[in-house]
């Protein structure tokens, strides 16, 4: 995929699982860091469960990357939230 895919497929992705984990979007740069990376993510659990990664810009792949962002997400979360405790 080229760089503008990722981009594309990063911003759509990171918007839409910041606003499922969230309720909020968390900026243009934050919720483009958070897809392209959740594509990644999701692209490794999809494949270790023997399922295709991500393909290019359809809607499956920016389905794997928005469960790859939620899982960031996730993580996230978890690890901010036993630091201020």
């Not at 897809?35 to 499956?60: D, E, H, K, M, Q």
């Amino acid at each position: 995929m080229s760089i503008l895919a990722w981009i594309v497929l990063g911003l759509i992705a990171g918007f839409i699982a910041s606003k499922l984990v969230n309720k909020t979007g968390g900026g243009l740069v934050l919720d483009l860091l958070l897809g392209v990376v959740g594509a990644f993510v999701g692209g490794f659990l999809f494949t270790r469960f023997g399922a295709a990664g991500v393909t290019g810009l359809n809607i499956y792949s920016i389905l794997v990357a928005i469960v790859g962002a939620v899982v960031v997400l996730f993580i996230y979360h978890a690890i901010v939230g036993r630091r201020t405790l």
